[in-house]
């Protein structure tokens, strides 16, 4: 290409080039859109809860544990006291005391109170056809002088209600020329004996006894008659009923006895014991022969 040309060429464009950086460029317009976007159809409702807020509570603050503590120094101990030897050995002296309390298990009271009760049973022919068999109660002394001699002395008094047979109220009848209906027969005295224990282990003893005793009888007889009135049972009729009255009373004078026996005894609370006993009591009658007796009584010795 020519030069000239060229240069023809550049110097027009820089003539244009002013003009047409003056003129605005061309405004365009963006068409508008075709179609709007429909609004929602429906609308998220709201939350039916509300979540509580958080209940955290702060942690208390760190506390610093103290500051440590150097232990003391280590002191040594003292040396051991040793105690001085026990004194040399003696033989162990065991009083007849104390042998006593371990043989028979109750401890050694030199005076002891019994309070005793029980069944008194007849025996023979004679009595049985006259008396019936009955209760007796009692109360008694008893004493050990030492405790290496299981020897003692024993003191009882009792009481003894018997009541009368059928023959013997016909007896009595025939004799009094009464109707006799009711009687009985009541003994009461007493006894000296001698006690001899034995010991069953560690907590029994059995023991013996015997001696010679005074008793005294009374018998009582009444009479009976009917008598007629109103008699209740759930209701009232009339009819005849008894009516006791003291026919004859007559009391002997001591009567000598004699007896013997054998008894068990238990500890309970020192110086309580609780026994049991029988003998056999034969007393003698004033109209000659021997009445005979065994009374079974169980009792507390304190």
């Known amino acids: 290409m020519n030069t000239k040309v060229v240069g023809a060429l550049g110097t027009a464009l820089v003539l244009v080039a002013p003009a047409f950086a003056q003129q605005p460029p061309p405004q365009y317009q963006q068409p508008p859109p075709q179609y709007q976007q429909p609004p929602p159809q429906y609308q998220q409702a709201p939350p039916q809860y ?6 955290y509570q702060q942690a208390p ?21 040793y105690p001085p030897p026990p004194p040399p050995s003696q033989p ?14 109750i401890k050694y009271h030199p005076w002891r109170v019994q309070i005793e009760g029980g069944y008194t049973i007849t025996q023979g022919s004679d009595v049985k056809t006259l008396l019936s068999d009955g209760g007796n109660a009692g109360f008694g002394i008893t004493w050990f002088p030492t405790a290496s001699i299981p020897i003692g002395v024993r003191v009882d008094g009792s009481y003894t209600s018997l009541s009368q047979t059928l023959h013997a109220l016909d007896l009595a009848s025939q004799s009094t020329g009464q109707n006799i209906g009711d009687g ?26 015997g001696g010679i005793g ?17 008699i209740c049972w759930f ?15 007559s009391t002997t004078d001591w009567l000598k006895s004699w007896n013997a026996g054998i008894g068990f005894e238990w500890p309970l609370s020192d110086p309580a014991t609780f026994f049991i006993d029988g003998r056999f009591l034969r007393i003698k009658q004033p109209q000659g022969g021997y009445w005979d007796f065994i009374p079974i009584r169980v009792g507390i010795r304190f």
Request: contains cysteine; proline residues 12%; charged residues 15%.
């Open 50 to 55: 509300q979540q509580a807020p958080p209940q």
């Open 61 to 81: 603050p760190y506390q610093q544990a103290p500051p440590y503590q150097q232990a003391p120094p280590y002191q040594q101990a003292p040396p051991p006291v």
């Open 92 to 105: 162990a002296r065991t009083s007849t005391h104390s042998t006593t309390h371990a043989q028979e298990g």
């Open 184 to 209: 009985y027969t009541d003994f009461y005295g007493g006894d000296i004996d001698v006690e001899i224990d034995l010991h069953l282990g560690l907590h029994a003893r059995e023991y013996f006894f």
């Open 214 to 230: 005074w008793y005294k009888e009374r018998t009582t007889l009444k009479s009976v008659t009917y008598q007629q009135g109103n």
């Open 235 to 249: 209701y009232c009729y009339p009819g005849y009923f008894p009516v006791y009255s003291t026919a004859q009373t």
